[in-house]
């Protein structure tokens, strides 16, 4: 995943939500800027993988900050 993941972009990875929620990881390296709806997407990603959490692979400090502040670190293996 690359560029920015925000209320702007969630829409667009909503539509490929089928291909992109067959991944049991992700990689945000690339991610320029996160926001609470890109948060929110990668909930809802990780809600899919169930029981198994989502991997999420070089997450930016704001993204671990908001996982942090919703309780959402069960839903994931941050890595």
Do not use: C, Y
Request: hydrophobic share 50%; glycine share 2%.
């Amino acid at each position: 995943m690359e560029g920015p993941l925000t209320a702007a972009t969630v829409p667009a990875l909503w539509e490929r939500r089928q291909e992109l929620f067959a991944h049991k990881s992700v990689d945000l390296a690339q991610v320029t800027q996160i926001d609470s709806a890109g948060v929110a997407f990668l909930a809802q990603w990780a809600i899919a993988q169930r029981p198994q959490p989502l991997t999420l692979l070089h997450a930016p400090e704001n993204a671990l900050r908001l996982i942090k502040t919703f309780k959402l670190d069960p839903l994931f293996v941050l890595s």
